[in-house]
């Protein structure tokens, strides 16, 4: 992504932003530094704040999904998971490259395939696993349906889970 790229967020204060390592956060301030150059202060909801420097910024932020994206998020959560015959630990290694990609597409993916993955041991009467990724990925993407559909997190839950149940029906 470049400065200048459409996805790049505008970086003012008070924008949301994504930071795939930390989720949804809103510029705070806007500082410049002699030694540094410029940087951004980010603050989280769980009270977080995380300073990066402005080229940083730019390079691993990206603006809140709007509705075209949660459109795609739609279709990606109601299809098919792809067969694999990948190695579970290539598989692991690949969800963690979504996640810490940030995309919301990627995020979507890794929901749908993690409830798959549990909707088939399910079936065969075996615990599921505790996948941290799927958990991640899902808190993630519940959070940014919630802000940008302007609704609360346990609608935004059950919109995830009424796209992934429509795929199995």
Known sequence: MTPDSAENPRLAVGDLVVYASHGI??????????????????????????????????????????????????????SDTPATSEHWSRRHRNSQAKLVGGSVGGLAEIVRDGAQRERE?????????????YRTARKLLVAEVALVRGIEPDAADAWIVQQINAESL
Do not use: C, Y
Request: hydrophobic share 35%; no cysteine.
């Open 25 to 78: 956060g809103r510029v705070e301030s806007r500082k410049k530094h002699k030694s540094e150059g410029e940087t951004l202060v980010l603050v989280f909801e769980n009270g977080l704040k995380v300073t990066l420097p402005l080229d940083r910024a730019r390079s691993t932020l990206r603006p809140l999904s709007g509705e075209a994206e949660l459109k795609a998020v739609q279709r990606t959560l109601g």
């Open 121 to 133: 041991r399910s079936k065969r009467g075996t615990a599921p696993i505790a996948n941290q990724l």
